[in-house]
């Protein structure tokens, strides 16, 4: 097997700690000779494990000699475990294989240099993009100070999310709801504005055959402090924590309804204007490295205008609300067309993904 087979095998057991290990990433390692696996591992959830030391505990005197194909960089410093770059260092390997470099700036680059200053060749870059893809989130707090943000919507076959301003509409078919509730247990933070939360009162939660083993973290855009503290979200807290992203200035004109929120159980991160960027960079106090904007139109609109939106992913359902409906893209957004979609069939339904901006 190439160098190539052996990292997309190391990936696929990565993949294995989605959902559980944020805000460290996924990795996977495996340790090979003569086309024979001797030990392999993946990061389970944040603070167990690292990859590389469940491969190597699984190799046991095996591992000195061979090759270790690993996901993202070993880490050289010490936190939660001690550094992996020494103890691969100390078990002999003789070679080792990484996809991608870790931007961590406790790492980045300094776990590959202690393994070749020990006399180990590294080879670097080996399906190094979708090594990155898998850590999108991670590698977008390291590299850019925020989230990696994805914009979700519901839509009718017309562009509409609801049939009329403040009702609720539902639109897409079973299929559709299990996928989008898989994609909760994988991500960090689920974010909707103050409207979503007046006209349909959510939980906001994971359901379906995968349990997430980390709390989701509930965001509320509410720059004028409009959700009552009686909301759904306030009273399910066991299921996770509520962060509501609203004003110093709100929270001075409006300072009962600030009390009532927070002492009903809401976080309050006091903003200091109203800016996507500033609320997004924010939650990374919570240790999330994905959100989820899941409406209303209003949040949609500031946070595409705020540059913060990284992937688009629409439900299209076949159904026509006609213009009386709340349209999810007003034409002065700007036009969809120039983007890279990529479509796949979800019962009666539609999704469609583009990627609007790329960690490189």
């Not at 190391?10 to 003569?34: I, K, Q, W, Y």
């Not at 960089?73 to 103890?87: F, I, K, V």
């Not at 989701?216 to 009552?228: A, G, I, Y």
Request: proline share 5%; aromatic share 4%.
């Amino acid at each position: 097997m190439t160098d190539e087979q052996w990292m997309a095998h190391a990936l696929e057991l990565a993949a294995r700690g989605r959902g559980a290990t944020s805000p460290n990433p996924m990795v996977g390692a495996v340790l090979v000779r003569d086309d024979v696996i001797l030990g392999e591992g993946y990061h389970a959830r944040a603070g167990e494990r690292h990859a590389e030391v469940v491969a190597l505990d699984a190799a046991g005197v095996a591992a000195r000699g061979a090759t270790l194909y690993c996901t993202l960089e070993p880490c050289s410093h010490t936190g939660r475990t001690p550094p992996c770059a020494r103890r691969i260092v100390a078990e002999g390997v003789a070679r080792v294989v990484v996809a991608s470099e870790d931007p961590d700036q406790r790492v980045d680059g300094a776990g590959c240099e202690i393994l070749r200053m020990s006399g180990i060749p590294v080879v670097t870059g080996v399906l190094r993009e979708p090594a990155r893809r898998l850590n999108e989130g991670f590698l977008s707090v390291k590299e850019r100070g925020r989230p990696f943000v994805t914009l979700k919507a519901a839509v009718s076959r017309d562009g509409r999310i609801a049939a009329a301003p403040g009702t609720r509409t539902l639109l897409t078919g079973e299929a559709a709801q299990w996928h989008a509730h898989r994609v909760r247990t994988e991500i960090d933070a689920i974010a909707v504005g103050s409207e979503t939360v007046l006209v349909d009162d959510p939980v906001l939660t994971a359901r379906g055959e995968r349990e997430r083993r980390r709390p989701l973290v509930r965001v509320v855009f509410d720059t004028r402090l409009r959700m009552p503290p009686t909301a759904r979200l306030l009273r399910t807290l066991e299921e996770g924590p509520v962060v509501v992203m609203t004003t110093r200035s709100a929270c001075d004109q409006a300072p009962e309804r600030a009390s009532a929120l927070a002492r009903a159980g809401a976080m309050l991160e006091l903003l200091s204007e109203r800016d996507p960027r500033e609320a997004v960079r924010r939650l990374v106090d919570h240790d999330v490295c994905s959100v989820l904007l899941e409406g209303g139109a209003l949040m949609y609109r500031a946070c595409w205008t705020a540059g913060v939106v990284d992937r688009l992913r629409l439900y299209v359902a076949p159904t026509v609300l006609g213009g009386d409906g709340v349209g999810w893209w007003p034409d002065h957004w700007g036009t969809l067309s120039s983007l890279d979609w990529r479509g796949t069939g979800l019962g009666t339904d539609v999704l469609m993904e583009s990627d609007v901006q790329r960690l490189d």
